[in-house]
Every structure is written in C-alpha cells, then in structure tokens.
C-alpha cells in the first residue's frame, strides 16, 4: 500500500482520493439499539458502533457492537448522501465471529473484551436502497503495509454523532492466526469511541481490506481484522440447494453483480468504485484491469458456487504454478479463488492462469444448478474468449476450445437432443379461488363499486357481497375487510388459502391489494395467500386478435417451461412496450415483464400493460414502484426471469410470487428485489361474468 495525498507515493490525485472516501463514507452506518420510536436525528440514544454495507440489505460490523442490542436485533441508521435524509432500518444479526464474547476453547490465554475475530453480519429486515463498499478478495497477508483509510461515526459532543475519517499506517499484526486472533496494527491518527466496526480502506488499491476493530490504550492507532476472516463463518450442514443457504456465497455473490452491474450500466456519470481503482492504477495483479476484473467476478457471482473449500482448492491445485494450500485462510467462493492467482508472474501467463481458472469454474461439479446456470457458464465462456482472442496466442485458444468442449455437460447444450413432441392442450385450472372486481364510477372517477364472489369451479360464480354505491379507494381496505374474510372463509383448505383475483381496469392495475393489512394479525393480504390481478371485462374477445390465440398463448404456458422477457428496459433505459404486432412475435411461453411500469404508472404505464393485453398475454410480471436508482435494474431482470423459470407452468407462479411475499416479509434478502412486483394472471379459460350476470348478493 502506498501513502495519502499530500505525502510520497501516493498513486492517485486529490480528487480521486475524494471520491473514494466519499464512496466510503456513503457506505457506512451506525448501530442502534432498537429502540422503540427511534428517530433517525443524529443523537446517541441507543448508538452501539459503527458498520457498513457490504451487499445489498447486508452490514458488516463487529460481533461486540452487533451483539450489544437486543435479542439480536439492532436499528441501522445511514445517511448514503451528507445533504440527504437519515434512514433507519431495523436489522437482524444472522452470524458472529465468534458467538460468544467467552474466551474461545482451547485458546491458550485469555482474551479481554470479544474475542477476534469479532466480527458479524446483519441482515436488513426490509428492502431500501443504499450504496456498498468494494470489498477485496484478496487476503490481508497479501499487503504489506502501507496507508489505510478509516470511517465510522462518533459522538462530537452534546449527544450529537457526526461522520468522522481518518488515515493511519498498517505497522504490522497482532496476535496468532493460529488462535484465530491475528488482527492488523494501525498507527498515526486518533480514533475515538463509536468507530468499532467501521471500514478499513487500502488507499493503494481502492477497497476495504478490514474492520475497525479497537482503539488503543495510547494516543493513537488501534486495531484492525481482516474481511478475510469472514471466510471462517460456520459452513451449513448438508448440501446447499439455493445460494441464500449459505450466507457467506449470498452476501459476495450479492456484492459482486452489485458493483459488476453499477459499473457496466450506460446510464449516469458517477465515478464508480472500479472507476477510482483505474485512476489508482490498481486491477488483478498484472493480468486484467480493474473494469474486468470487476465484470469477470460479476460472470463468477452467477454459478453457483464450488461444492466445498476442498474442491475449490484441489481445483487451483490443478493449476500451473499456484499454491493455494499456502493461504493461511483457504479461498471458498470463486472470488476468492481469484483473488489468489493475483501474485503470477506478469506477462501472458498471468492472464492464461486465470482464465484457465475460469474453464475450471465451467466444468465444476455444482450443489444445485438454477435454471440460468447454463447461460450464466455460456456467458463466461464467451468472456474468456473474447479476452483470449484479444490478447493471447492462437495455441492457447485452441487449447480454450478444447476444454469447453471436452465438458460433456457443455457438449450437451451445444448439440441438444432432438425436441420432444408438443404436449397435449393444457387443462382447465379448477381450483376455487375468491373473486374481487373493482369498477370505476366514471361519473366519480375516485368512487369504486365491488362486488366479492367466490369461484368453486370454472363458470360458477356464488357472490357474497357488492356495494354499487361508491367507495373510495383509501377506504377499500377497511370495507372489504369483512366480505372478503367470509369469502375466504368459504374457499380456504388446511395449508392451501385460496387465490385471490382481483378484476380491474387496466389504469388500476398499479392497486396494491397484496399489501392490505385487513387482518387481525396484521399480515398483508399478498403474504397470506396468493394475490393476482385481471383485466376488467376483456371477456372472450382477447383484444385484438381474438380468443384463439389467448387460449394458444395460455395452453403453451401451462405445458411448456416458461421464459421471461423484459420489454420495456433496455440497458437500463426505458423504452415504450412494443407495439402489440411486434408483442405477438415472442414465442407463445414468454411471460412479458414491465421493469419501468413504476417509473410512469399513470396513462403510459397503462399503455404498456394494454399492448401486453391486446397482444393476447395472460401473464405477465411488473414493478409497480419506481426504481430509486434509475439505470441498475440488472439485478431486477436477472432474478425475475429466474422466478418465471423456476415456476415453470403458468398455474405455479401464483404460487411462486407468494412465495416471494413471504419472503419479503420475513426478511429473506434474497427476495426484496420482488417488493412491489405485481403478477397479470388472466385464465382465458376461466372468463368473468359482466356486471349483469352477479346474482343479487346476500
């Protein structure tokens, strides 16, 4: 590492130097106890410590602050912007290095206050958006001194926490790694209380290397844990089946699409984190710059991850003139794989060795296999080629081709079988469901009528109650919180709550009905059972184009695997849904997602889901909030074509989108980017009656 501005050996300008703390310090929170009616207003009640996002929805800080809230709860409070708002968000620590502040077993002597390495991760249990560090995936026994940045907050007198920063120079360690207490020394600058958990910064390369651990006894200087000790987070038992199984693989492989997508968006001129480590002259070694190395372990951050420590270290053991067993704390995601091919000798075997490593992340035995993992495989693939192409001999690219198709699980995707038959028409959907048509007064445009009726099958119709005197649409919630308790009533099974359909005009389908809280426990509607929405009295027409091919489009989909397509996004740029001919050229199992519906949710946003209508879609996918942070929606498009797939026939993504309520709700991280998703759900086969076809309810 090398020193700050104003002193020799510093690698980049004042400005550069700016912009990176100000990236630091947007990143970095305090720690709260969770007190009851906290106000984000700049006082210390309740103020454990310092942190900082790591991940989306994800801080690091330390075990001893972390711990010191209540039942493993704690409130985190940011402010990503100095001119911004503050921002509370209740949190749940989900992992501490170690769990208790007790003296290790078999440790050879005591240890005074928590034990290193004293670390620990807390979930956000709500979605908000946020900025993240840049965290090194390198070792901290890869640096060898040099001038670290370091941020946290502390109280500046009268109870009032403000920012604060400073510089100080790594001098060496402290402890045993053997004891797993080995912890960097800092020296040079002052810190004060509050700045445990805060980010350590190598301003060489431009990303945090540790934790803020303590402050010493003397004037200056403290203590400091590497961010590589995370890798020692208890492994899950058994075989993971998802990525959020494992906390350590979800929170890198969050971070890393974060910044791959931030940095490749066209849209905005921010500086981003790979931005300022060019301007430092940092990247991976001798072998990639900082923009590919940071699109490379975005590529990786898509496969699942290896099997195991073991597999991934014999897989680099099968490399050329690497020692991975030589760490002292063994590699367990790709990232971290890369992060130790970084010291190859320079010139073209650098950027050989890692993309020999890349071949081997291909053809590696998986723990499970996503729907999007052959094109996650295909898409490195083509990224090792295209560096290949450009840089290395036409040996070596040969030899590239080789591997790749040599994997027999490659060959297969690339000659597949031929296709089988065309499955037989699908099946009317019988289960019963409860029916909620909402209709405008178009004489009072902000009065609605209603009426509720329970479906037992397809055509029978049972109503249970309608009022066409006019209700406003803040106080539906509260009206028809009884009627559509007695309709559910009526549909309900043990463990299986009946569908809820909700008939509206198109210029309502923004209506969030999943989030009404009309039950006594306070869930919203969407978390307790599926919520769908339908258009008003399309009847049997289909738009345009008539019922035939709506019913094509919706036997496809319950028979063949789905497959999503974002049609109003492109490179994260808005652009207008369409035109319905150009709709109904997708294939019959495409199921339309409206990335940018939130955006403009009044007569344009109405427009888009009204092509998607006419083109004779019956399902579809929106956002009806807009993104906060317009231009990186990558993440969006990625895990919503993942939900269509994983779903796979249109009668299970009623299912799967309650699925992801659920867990919006209970705080699964891997499930906020589907806050506020709406799902289009129209059966051509299951047609609503007109207003005069409801009997006269009770």
């Known amino acids: 590492m090398t020193q700050p501005p104003g002193r020799a050996g510093w690698g980049g300008s004042e400005s550069t130097y700016r912009a990176l703390a100000g990236l630091v310090m947007a990143a970095t929170v305090r720690i709260h106890r969770p007190e009851p009616g906290h106000a984000p207003d700049g006082s210390d009640r309740g103020f454990l410590g310092s942190g900082f996002f790591v991940a989306p929805s994800w801080v690091l800080t330390c075990a001893h602050v972390a711990m010191a809230g209540e039942g493993r709860q704690v409130s985190v409070v940011f402010k990503p912007d100095p001119g911004a708002a503050e921002t509370a968000v209740e949190g749940a620590v989900v992992a501490s290095l ?3 502040r007790h003296a290790v077993p078999g440790r050879a002597r005591p240890v005074a206050g928590w034990p290193a390495p004293d670390l620990a991760l807390i979930r956000l249990l709500r979605p908000v958006e946020h900025p993240c560090v840049y965290v090194t995936e390198r070792p901290a026994g890869m640096f060898g001194g040099g001038s670290v940045l370091y941020t946290g907050w502390t109280d500046s007198g009268a109870g009032q926490l403000t920012r604060f920063s400073g510089r100080c120079q790594v001098m060496g360690t402290f402890g045993d790694w053997a004891e797993d207490d080995e912890q960097m020394r800092l020296d040079g600058d002052r810190m004060y209380p509050g700045l445990s958990g805060g980010p350590v910064v190598d301003l060489a390369r431009g990303e945090v290397v540790g934790v803020l651990k303590s402050r010493s006894d003397g004037t200056t200087g403290g203590t400091s844990i590497g961010v590589e000790r995370l890798r020692t987070l208890p492994v899950p038992p058994g075989t993971a089946d998802t990525e959020s199984d494992d906390p350590y693989q979800a929170l890198f492989h969050a971070h890393d699409r974060y910044h791959a997508d931030r940095h490749t968006s066209p849209v905005g001129t921010e500086r981003t984190w790979a931005d300022l480590q060019r301007e430092l002259g940092a990247g991976a070694g001798l072998a990639l710059s900082p923009q590919q190395r940071i699109d490379l372990l975005g590529r990786l951050a898509e496969l699942p991850p290896p099997l195991s420590t073991r597999s991934l270290l014999d897989l680099l053991d099968g490399l050329p003139d690497t020692h991975a067993g030589e760490h002292l704390t063994a590699p367990r995601g790709w990232r971290d794989g890369l992060g130790t091919l970084y010291d190859a000798p320079a010139g073209d075997s650098a950027l050989e060795l890692i993309l020999r490593y890349c071949m081997s992340a291909i053809a590696a035995e998986r723990p499970y296999v996503l729907p999007s993992t052959p094109d996650a495989e295909a898409d490195l693939w083509r990224w090792v080629k295209r560096m290949a192409d450009d ?81 406003a649409l803040q106080s539906l919630p509260d009206r028809l919180a009884g009627p559509l308790a007695e309709a559910f009533r009526r549909c309900d099974a043990p463990d299986d709550p009946a569908v809820l359909q909700v008939a509206v005009d198109p210029a309502l389908m923004g209506l969030e009905v999943d989030a009404w809280r009309i039950r006594p426990d306070g869930r919203p509607l969407g978390v307790v059972r599926p919520v769908v929405v339908r258009p008003l009295d399309r009847g049997a027409d289909g738009g345009d184009h008539g019922p035939a091919e709506r019913e094509a489009r919706w036997n496809r989909a319950m028979t063949a695997p789905m497959r999503a397509a974002v049609v109003d996004c492109e490179d994260g740029v808005r652009v207008p849904v369409p035109v319905v001919e150009e709709m109904r050229q997708l294939a019959y199992e495409t199921v339309p997602v409206l990335c940018r519906y939130g955006d403009r949710p009044g007569p344009e946003g109405t427009a888009g889901v009204g092509r998607v209508l006419d083109a004779g879609y019956g399902l579809a996918l929106w956002r009806r909030r807009a993104a906060e942070q317009a231009g990186v929606c990558t993440d969006f498009h990625r895990r919503a074509a993942d939900a269509v797939a994983e779903a796979r026939t249109a009668d299970q993504l009623p299912g799967k989108v309650h699925e992801l309520r659920r867990g919006v709700h209970a705080g699964r991280t891997e499930t906020y980017w589907s806050d506020g998703v709406a799902l289009l759900y129209d059966d051509p086969r299951q047609q609503l009656p007109g207003s005069d076809h409801y009997l006269e309810a009770p």
């Open 98 to 100: 170690p769990e208790s």
């Open 391 to 471: 840089r290395l001999s036409r040996k070596f690219r040969h030899e590239l081709v080789g591997l790749r198709y040599n994997d027999r699980r490659a060959t297969a995707r690339e000659h597949p079988r031929d296709p089988a038959p065309a499955p037989e028409p699908a099946r009317a959907h019988d289960a019963p469901f409860v029916l909620l048509r909402l209709e405008s007064r178009h004489w009072e445009p902000d009065l609605y009528d209603w009426r509720i009726a329970v479906v037992p099958q397809p055509g029978d119709f049972r109503p249970v109650a309608e009022d066409s005197r006019g209700t």
